[in-house]
């Protein structure tokens, strides 16, 4: 069996944070650690070093601002490649800072958890998938009509990807994504165009985490 | 500078060296303050160079800056003759001093910690700004520099006087004292992180908590106003390339490159002080020829410094298995990072 993943299956996978996405992914990779995972390199060469170096950012911001309350996060040169999400990240990270006295100790704490999380997705990549469809090799027409439905480059060259390894050879997405994955999405994105049904006749199954 | 021959040439070495005696110029603040042409201010320049009067310590093709030899300032900042005399001063006195005080020879370190205590005290127009070990006077102590006395010669020797006994001449106590005296956070943070560093390669892992420790606390210590942001991001990656090491368990066999990384970066973080600090002593004439002679020197070590943080990344071994840490504050940590994962 082959699987698919999407970027949030290799972050909650090496996060082990007794979360629910956590506990799951761990539990689906264990169960599954015969099959093949699929990842493409889209989400390993550009996705996912842009998700880690928003992760140092939102470090060096907390950092900052420990060392001076006035700081207002994200007001940094760097700072401003954050999302909104990721400076209430920074916020949360920050509010637990003023609950512990050393903060020296505390600062060591979240730069080794940002960087234990880097190297265990790193491992995860190299030790546990297999790279498929190069970022130049990614169907520009199959990618636009995905993109124009959800509105997210992103996720449309993730799941061009998918879907062309998928009429490689057979494989299942894995994903928690219920509101941009679906088959009907991806149904839609290709039968709008008649060329695209032709070249892709065969469209992957999606599953879910829960 | 009209005329003939090889007195004219003379002529022209001769105000050409008086004129640089100032501070580094460009062949275009040559031509421009003796009157001659570009052409001719480049030849003589050239010529002086050749014969050793002159060094080119700015070549690139906007411009072309020299600095006289015997030109003792720091990194050839441009400071004014009096600037550097009085320095110079301050050091011979300082010099006779330690001799009828003592009969110890009196060390380059200690030299220089006197000179920043009287120069702090006199508050005379000597530059004190932070460098390599500490606080100094950014000048070489030469012979060769002539110089006048002072005007305010007297109140510089009662101070040098005032100032040598509370200095014991021992290297280290030297640089100590001036860190706690002058409040200087980071540098003793620095010291903190050498010496675990240092002591890591004896001790092995046991002592990997110091050296975290001490990393996070010269972290805490770095500054992160906006115009140091490019020092707090080499420190920071400097860090998390040492973290990742010790993740690995790639650290300890690995430390003489940390230490050589660590020196380079502190260098870097070091000339960055000097140069943000020695400005405010740099006449407004002198402002172009300081901004290119303070990026010719910057440029390069930060390249340098960056090359040497990524080759620390490409030490990190990824077959090593990497066990978490599961205490309830690194997982809540973690958590917090995962979020909103699956919107990604």
């Known amino acids: 069996m082959n699987w698919f993943l999407d970027m949030c299956i290799l972050i909650f996978y090496s996060s082990e944070d007794k979360s629910l996405f956590s506990v799951k992914t761990i539990e689906f990779i264990s169960k599954h650690q015969n099959d093949k995972f699929l990842v493409c390199y889209y989400i390993s060469e550009e996705n996912l070093p842009k998700w880690i170096k928003r992760q140092q950012i939102i470090i060096k911001e907390v950092i900052k601002k420990i060392i001076d309350s006035s700081y207002k996060i994200g007001d940094s040169e760097e700072g401003s490649f954050l999302y909104p999400k990721d400076k209430q990240k920074a916020e949360k990270l920050f509010i637990q800072s003023s609950l512990i006295d050393n903060k020296g100790l505390f600062i060591n704490k979240i730069q ?99 | 500078m009209k005329g003939d021959g090889k007195t004219e040439g003379n002529e022209l070495s001769e105000a050409t060296s008086n004129f640089l005696l100032d501070g580094p110029a460009s062949i275009n603040d040559v031509c421009k303050k003796l009157d001659i042409s570009w052409a001719t201010a480049k030849a003589a320049l050239e010529e002086m160079t050749v014969k050793g009067i002159v060094k080119e310590i700015v070549s690139n093709p906007k411009i072309r800056i020299f600095k006289l030899s015997i030109d003792p300032a720091f990194y050839g900042v441009p400071l004014t003759r009096e600037q550097k005399g009085q320095a110079l001063f301050l050091f011979q006195n300082i010099r006779q001093e330690w001799h009828k005080q003592s009969d110890k020879p009196l060390l380059s370190t200690t030299l220089q910690k006197i000179a920043v205590d009287v120069a702090i005290e006199c508050k005379c127009d000597i530059p004190v700004v932070t460098f390599h070990y500490g606080m100094v006077v950014p000048v070489v102590d030469t012979s060769f520099f002539e110089y006048k006395t002072p005007v305010n010669s007297s109140q510089i020797l009662q101070s040098i006087k005032n100032v040598i006994p509370s200095h014991n001449n021992r290297c280290k106590d030297e640089i100590d004292s001036q860190y706690t005296k002058y409040k200087m956070f980071l540098f003793q943070s620095k010291e903190g992180l050498k010496e675990a560093l240092n002591n890591q390669k004896k001790e092995k892992d046991p002592s990997l908590e110091k050296v975290q420790s001490a990393l996070s606390d010269f972290l805490i210590k770095c500054p992160t106003d906006n115009k140091s942001y490019e020092l707090f991001d080499l420190c920071y990656n400097f860090s998390s390339k040492i973290n990742g090491l010790i993740l690995t368990k790639g650290f300890s066999s690995n430390i003489e490159e940390v230490k050589e990384a660590f020196d380079i970066l502190w260098d870097l973080i070091t000339t960055n002080f000097f140069f943000k600090e020695i400005e405010k002593y740099v006449g407004p004439d002198k402002k172009e020829v300081f901004e290119y002679i303070k990026s010719s020197q910057i440029l390069a070590k930060k390249a340098n410094v960056e090359e040497r943080i990524n080759y620390l990344g490409s030490l990190i071994n990824l077959s090593e298995e990497i066990k978490l840490p599961m205490d309830e504050e690194s997982i809540a940590i973690r958590r917090i990072l995962a979020e909103g994962a699956e919107e990604e």
Request: charge should be neutral; proline fraction near 4%; avoid cysteine.
């Open chain 1, 112 to 210: 080794m958890s940002q960087k234990e999380q880097e190297l265990r997705i790193m491992q995860f990549i190299e030790q546990k998938t297999k790279k498929v469809i190069p970022i130049s090799e990614i169907d520009p027409d199959l990618k636009s009509n995905i993109a124009m439905l959800l509105k997210n480059h992103s996720d449309a060259k993730t799941l061009a990807s998918g879907i062309q390894q998928h009429n490689k050879e057979h494989l299942t997405m894995l994903t928690n994504d219920k509101k941009d994955w679906t088959k009907q999405n991806i149904e839609l994105a290709i039968n709008e165009n008649s060329k695209l049904a032709e070249k892709y006749p065969e469209i992957p199954e999606i599953k879910y985490l829960f």
